[in-house]
């Protein structure tokens, strides 16, 4: 079942902002996500936060300004996801026009798992780094730490995931979410962390005098990386995380990019010059992941830290391939995946839609898809899904997505209370989480998240909800409008606008078997609409929840809404 609500527009603060040259459209939407200043819009680089408020960032630029000048090894240690691809790039090409010695690491995660493991300490001393650097990852990493201290290597973390009651005994720590960080964004995904770092090294060379007798590098150079990792990586788009995603766009859009993310634009087919969040988070982002469910995310590393502008091409046609072929292989594991729900349902006497959780394992699933299809389960049956696959001997790996109201790892960690026993590793966020446990132990595990979920979740929260900014005037209904929608900063935490209304159904029909194509009429005024993966005919008269967008053929642009949900009105 779904429920559209209607977001709450404090009305004071919307015409505040209308006073201050906010568009009237804008300040409603605006005033709806909590902005009550125009100072709060400001996307500004002179409006974002100072790198000496970051805990650890000045005794990080401290211990590699030290490094640099005593000509040491570096060695970045990067995750495999579209995050750690650009906090890696953003090292590399930071480190490296400062002077450094610095190569990376980018472990296979089918073999090594995730973080800095002793195996990938030890792997890594094979390259003989004076000083590790961990981007995305290490904020877990005690064992691993402790491997490099015995080897002689000394370590930095740079991570934003939530730490455990230890923190790993590194040389310097920088994570917002660290204990005593008085950081106020605790959002910053790891590509933001890692720019933070550069941005305070950068700011202890110059007092050492380091350009005195050769240009500063501009670090602004970077911001294309910051956003596109900051947007694939789903972090709330609080205000500081806004001003490092429209200053990357700003870049984007001036073609004032990598040579790696232009030919990321040129592979998924899309236009830098009017560069949105959507693209980064549904174009460039999962080419970038392909690398790391299915290879090798060291292909996104090469790609993104290139200046060869042919081989960043040649490079992102590759990941283009990787990204097909991945979602052919979510496509066969997700009609397997509802198969099985179905027969689930059937032996359930169709009671499985009362069930607080999904969990699903089959054998021959990929492992570097599973937390794909726990994505598309999860917003299909709007319950926190895990998706399993086999690991090393004898275990699984599973993949969790999770929906308001239920924070996934503080779940995981109360499982972990209840059951000391059965979870092997775990870790992740609110929305998303990984857990490591043995084959055998699969129906405790399911058993013991589905009565977890049960205790933390209220009736109310397994309705899905979509909370819509209300009816939008037809006057509003535009392509002005559209465009202007576009151009701002949407994602986690600030929403893209949704707006529900009623409206006649003139016309439909179904496309490639899979997509409901429709003409609605609202005052005698026609839109064209479309339901993606929605095959289902609609009654006459709906109540949709929609996005203004903009639909381009044949060079010739037109409105077009994108149905979320619809109903009988």
């Not at 230890?166 to 660290?178: F, M, R, S």
């Not at 060379?205 to 956003?227: C, H, I, M, T, W």
């Not at 990792?229 to 788009?237: E, H, K, R, S, Y």
């Not at 857990?435 to 109310?460: N, Y």
Request: aromatic share 6%; charged share 25%.
């Amino acid at each position: 079942m779904t429920r559209i609500t209607t977001r709450r527009v404090p009305l004071k603060a919307s015409l505040l902002l209308e006073q201050q040259g906010v568009p009237a459209l804008l300040a409603r939407l605006y005033a709806a996500r909590g902005i009550t200043r125009h100072e709060e819009l400001d996307t500004q680089l002179a409006a974002l936060l100072p790198p000496s408020r970051l805990r650890g960032a000045e005794a990080a630029a401290t211990l590699l300004a030290d490094a640099i000048a005593a000509g040491q090894r570096m060695l970045i240690v990067a995750d495999y996801d579209c995050d750690g691809a650009t906090a890696c790039a953003i090292g590399l090409r930071a480190l490296r026009s400062f002077g450094a010695r610095v190569d990376y690491l980018v472990p296979n995660r089918f073999e090594y798992g995730y973080g800095l493991t002793p195996e990938i300490v030890q792997l890594a001393a094979g390259r003989q780094p004076d000083l590790l650097i961990t981007v995305d990852n290490g904020i877990a990493s005690i064992a691993g730490v402790a491997e490099a201290r015995r080897l002689g290597m000394r370590t930095l973390i740079t991570d934003h995931h939530l730490p455990g009651q230890t923190l790993p005994e590194a040389d310097v720590i920088v994570n917002p979410n660290q204990p005593g960080c008085g950081f106020p964004s605790k959002a910053l995904a790891g590509c933001g962390v890692m720019f933070y770092v550069m941005l305070a090294l950068r700011s202890e060379l110059r007092k050492r005098g380091a350009f005195d007798s050769q240009p500063e590098p501009n670090l602004a150079g970077l911001l294309d990386l910051v956003a596109l990792g900051t947007v694939a990586d789903v972090v709330p788009l609080d205000h500081n995380n806004r001003i490092l995603v429209a200053q990357g766009l700003a870049r984007m859009r001036a073609g004032k990019m990598q040579p790696g993310v232009a030919a990321l634009f040129r592979a998924a087919g899309r236009r830098p010059e009017s560069a949105s969040t959507f693209d980064l988070g549904f174009g460039l982002g999962p080419r970038l992941n392909a690398a790391g469910r299915l290879a090798d995310m060291a292909l996104g590393i090469e790609c993104l830290s290139s200046d060869d502008g042919a081989r960043a091409l040649n490079i992102a046609q590759e990941l283009n391939a990787l990204n097909q072929e991945r979602r052919s292989i979510e496509a066969g594991m997700q009609d397997e995946a509802l198969l099985r729900l179905e027969e689930l349902a059937a032996a359930e006497d169709d009671q499985a839609e009362e069930r607080a959780s999904i969990t699903l394992f089959d054998p021959d699933w990929h492992q570097g898809v599973i937390g794909i299809l726990a994505s598309r389960i999860k917003e299909r049956l709007h319950r926190p899904v895990f998706v399993l696959a086999r690991g090393n001997e004898g275990e699984l790996k599973g993949s969790g997505r999770s929906i308001p109201g239920l924070h996934l790892r503080d779940a995981l960690d109360l499982v972990a209370k209840q059951h000391p026993d059965l979870l092997l590793r775990f870790g992740g966020h609110a929305a998303a989480a990984g857990v490591t446990v043995r084959e055998a132990d699969l129906p405790r595990f399911e058993q013991a998240f589905e009565a977890v979920c049960r205790q933390l979740l209220a009736p109310a929260d397994l309705t899905r909800t979509l909370e819509s900014d209300g009816a939008l005037e037809t006057a509003n209904m535009s392509l002005a409008s559209a465009r202007l929608l576009r151009a701002q900063i949407w994602g986690q935490g600030f929403p893209q606008p949704l707006f529900a209304d009623e409206f006649q159904v003139e016309n439909q029909r179904i496309l490639k078997e899979r997509h409901l194509k429709l003409t609605l009429s609202k005052n005698g005024v026609r839109f064209d609409a479309i339901q993606f993966n929605f095959a289902a005919a609609a009654p006459s008269r709906i109540r949709a929840a929609y996005r203004l967008d903009v639909n381009e053929y044949n060079g010739v642009a037109s409105v077009q809404l994108l149905l979320e949900h619809f109903e009988a009105a």
